[in-house]
């Protein structure tokens, strides 16, 4: 099963707050779980990614918790700014014999961060 | 350095009609992908090229759909003929050897009428 699967479909919340964000896949080939950001208009851009040999990893504002049991992964933006405001996309790809990697990704997130 | 390129930004045509779209990859980066992203959805993954060789093609409709990349470098993909389905954004993105992130270009966002 290569589907991921990701919710809310879309998350307002307000200057300052959490946004969470969530994703769960099946199968457990998957060992790279990037998160991407989407504005209009523009491609998705790399944001941060995790591997399974961590439960959390942290970049500023940007957070990815990890939970290899249950085969979830989430997104957490602290202090969320009206600049965050885009669609967000997990994803997740199998162990490769190479170098280049195949992404399955999520369904999307509209995030709408209010002033 | 400069990013994926890709053209034409927007394309409107008829059903059965064909189109092609252009990639230029950032320079350098071996690895080059071709995503279609219907609207309200997640890319899928179209086809992935290693150089000037295919590594996957598994979800590409052959039947309509061709892609080529010309010496390792540029890429284009054909629709022909299209159908209304087809209609979305076609992302390019390309990935330097040894390096997990992509890079994707702007997209290209087609309309079949």
């Known amino acids: 099963q290569q589907q991921v699967k990701q919710s809310p479909q879309s998350l307002i919340v307000q200057k300052g707050g959490i946004s969470i964000i969530n994703c769960a896949y099946e199968?457990?080939?998957?060992?790279?779980f990037p998160w991407y950001q989407q504005f209009p208009g523009k491609g998705p851009a790399l944001l941060i990614a995790?591997?399974?040999?961590?439960s959390e990893k942290k970049e500023g504002r940007f957070t990815i918790s990890f939970n290899k049991s249950a085969k979830q992964f989430s997104l957490h933006i602290m202090d969320s700014q009206p600049g965050d405001s885009a669609t967000y996309f997990c994803?997740?790809?199998?162990?490769?014999?190479?170098?280049?990697?195949?992404?399955?990704f999520g369904s999307g997130t509209q995030l709408t961060v209010l002033p | 350095e400069a990013g994926v390129a890709q053209s034409p930004r927007y394309k409107i045509i008829e059903k059965r009609q064909s189109v092609a779209f252009w990639c230029n990859p950032i320079?350098?980066?071996?690895?080059l992908y071709w995503y279609q992203q219907i609207l309200g959805q997640g890319p899928k993954l179209l086809i992935q090229?290693?150089?000037?060789?295919?590594?996957?093609d598994s979800q590409l409709p052959k039947d309509r759909f061709s892609a080529e990349r010309l010496k390792g470098v540029d890429s284009t993909l054909k629709i022909q003929p299209a159908k209304l389905e087809d209609s979305a954004v076609y992302l390019c993105?390309?990935?330097?050897?040894?390096?997990?992130?992509?890079?994707f270009g702007p997209g290209t966002r087609l309309t079949v009428t």
């Open positions: 993105a390309s990935s330097p050897r040894g390096s997990w992130e992509q890079y």
């Open positions: 199968n457990t080939a998957f060992d790279y």
């Open positions: 995790i591997r399974p040999d961590v």
């Open positions: 994803a997740a790809s199998p162990v490769s014999s190479g170098s280049a990697r195949q992404l399955t």
């Open positions: 320079s350098g980066h071996a690895t």
């Open positions: 090229f290693q150089n000037n060789g295919v590594v996957d």
